[in-house]
């Protein structure tokens, strides 16, 4: 069974660093691309950021390019989003997911392209 399960998400400052964590068991990991979204207060749920299975290839969102990293160890099962310099509108609920289909990296900016998702991680940004 699949579970996946984030974490690092709290309360930091605007301009703080914040990296989350993402780990995944029951699949293998290094087959499937994966994917960060997050779902602001009173909002719906948007695409952050997704790396393609081997970490080579990386997509962000116009609002993360910049500011946001996003990598993979598959040695260690573990999807990570390096965040800098944040701003209160990156407070959410972080999700990661998984793709699919193995050996796939079409459609990451959309939440239908990802099928297992996990509980989310609360990360607030405010003064």
């Known amino acids: 069974q699949v579970r996946l399960v984030e974490s690092g998400g709290r309360t930091v400052q605007p301009g703080d660093s914040l990296k989350l964590s993402c780990a995944a068991s029951?699949?293998?990991?290094?087959?499937?691309?994966m994917g960060w979204f997050r779902q602001p207060p009173g909002k719906e749920r948007e695409f952050v950021a997704a790396i393609e299975w081997t970490g080579i290839k990386k997509f962000y969102a116009d609002s993360a390019k910049g500011r946001f990293t996003v990598s993979r160890d598959n040695a260690q099962n573990t999807l990570y989003l390096q965040m800098n310099s944040l701003k209160p509108e990156d407070t959410a609920i972080y999700y990661c997911a998984v793709r699919a289909a193995r050996y796939d990296a079409n459609g990451l900016t959309f939440e239908e392209s990802f099928n297992r998702w996990g509980q989310g991680t609360q990360v607030t940004v405010s003064s």
């Open positions: 029951g699949l293998a990991f290094n087959l499937f691309s």
